[in-house]
């Protein structure tokens, strides 16, 4: 008995773990968007969960490891063995979040961002150990940036946009 536990319990508490390390540089018209916000977010099956945040430095250069993990549990009724998936299959799809408030104006006591950036992290520089490859984005340049598009949906409840009080 003790035997057939020792060998289900990995199986029943299964995670899977990934961490990635991403840099690069970010722009405003050409100049440094330095000290703003850039966070490192794992898509899930249901909403999505942050890893990691750090803020660009003076020259606009961010570096970020962060690491987390995708769950996977065994559900117990109506078939014993049929696994439930928390997430999308066995991985973990990191990618990174920029609030993107370049060119924007100040409405009264708020600054709203023109758009959302998200970048997936390819999967060759997720790493299943400790180690990930970087991932260098390069330079971007916030003010010709695509922002992630929204359904409608979305847009109703406010997710297409954050604000920020000054």
Not at 21 to 30: A, F
Request: aromatic share 16%; hydrophobic share 35%; glycine share 8%.
């Amino acid at each position: 008995m003790r035997l057939l536990l020792a060998i289900s319990l990995p199986i029943l508490c299964a995670a899977f773990h990934g961490t990635v390390h991403v840099s690069g540089q970010l722009k405003c018209n050409g100049q440094p968007y330095a000290e703003e916000l850039v966070q490192v977010w794992e898509h899930k099956f249901i909403g999505h969960e942050v890893w990691f945040e750090a803020w660009t430095d003076h020259y606009g250069n961010f570096s970020i490891t962060a690491s987390g993990h995708e769950h996977v549990r065994l559900r117990s009724a109506p078939f014993p063995f049929q696994f439930h998936f928390q997430g999308f299959s066995f991985s973990v799809y990191p990618y990174i979040w920029i609030p993107n408030y370049c060119g924007t104006e100040k409405e009264g006591d708020y600054r709203c961002t023109k758009n959302l950036v998200q970048i997936y992290v390819p999967k060759e520089f997720v790493s299943y150990a400790d180690h990930p490859r970087v991932y260098n984005i390069g330079t971007v340049d916030l003010e010709k940036a695509e922002g992630k598009t929204y359904q409608k949906i979305e847009k109703i409840f406010g997710y297409d946009q954050e604000c920020r009080s000054y």
